[in-house]
């Protein structure tokens, strides 16, 4: 019997990861249990979805082979399509963190994940730069302009994130603008951190990466 929707779920909630590896090696199927858990970002287990693909991309690595974690990256690129008739909204984020946790396996999905140019993924394609730009900086200057132009973007979470990707380049460039955010009050935005959801505000996004624009975080 393959992996249950509730047997995913009641590790998720957990955070144990390493059970939901060992529940993928006992029973399989967890893969298409955690694709299916990704399609409400106000539900905090839409996030721990997303982030348990990273290390659950990474057990499949070790112990399937890297061909395994292409044919999942394959699947997650293939649902973000109109053909698919699917549009997992989860799809980039967990895409995200099978890059961070597989750089090497993942190098070629990195323009992928920051290409601003599909509207429609615009925020989440922005929020994964904000999330490779410490690690892996290499692929997020390549849309450090689009970037900046996104800190002007009406969509409260979308400039949050911009700020936060900018920050954490590093680029000085942008420290006026983005001082002028640390009064922007609007949000929520959501930001999932230490397996909590959180929900702040531009302002709060805007000040940390001020902080690291100053070289203090």
């Excluded at 348990?52 to 394959?74: H, K």
């Excluded at 929020?127 to 490779?132: F, G, K, V």
């Excluded at 979470?157 to 420290?175: F, H, I, M, N």
Aim: with cysteine; glycine share 8%.
């Amino acid at each position: 019997m393959r992996a249950s929707k509730r047997e995913v779920m009641s590790l998720l909630k957990e955070r144990d990861f390493d059970k939901l590896n060992r529940l993928e090696a006992d029973k399989g199927g967890v893969f298409r249990v955690l694709r299916g858990l990704g399609y409400d970002p106000e539900d905090e287990i839409f996030w721990r979805a997303c982030e348990a693909m990273g290390p659950f991309s990474r057990f499949q690595a070790l112990n399937e082979g890297p061909e395994t974690v292409r044919g999942m990256v394959r699947r997650l690129i293939w649902s973000l399509s109109d053909e698919s008739g699917d549009m997992a909204w989860n799809a980039p984020l967990m895409l995200t963190e099978m890059f961070l946790w597989n750089p090497a396996i993942c190098a070629d999905i990195g323009p992928i994940l920051v290409n601003l140019d599909e509207l429609i993924f615009r925020k989440s394609a922005v929020l994964a730069a904000a999330r490779l730009a410490r690690d892996f900086p290499e692929v997020v200057r390549d849309v450090e302009a689009e970037l900046i132009s996104e800190l002007g973007n009406p969509d409260p979470e979308t400039r949050a994130y911009a700020a936060w990707a900018l920050g954490e380049l590093g680029e000085p460039s942008v420290s006026e603008s983005i001082r002028a955010m640390t009064t922007d009050m609007a949000g929520p935005v959501k930001v999932y951190r230490d397996g909590h959801l959180q929900r702040l505000c531009v302002a709060d996004l805007a000040a940390e990466a001020l902080t690291r624009l100053r070289g203090e975080g």
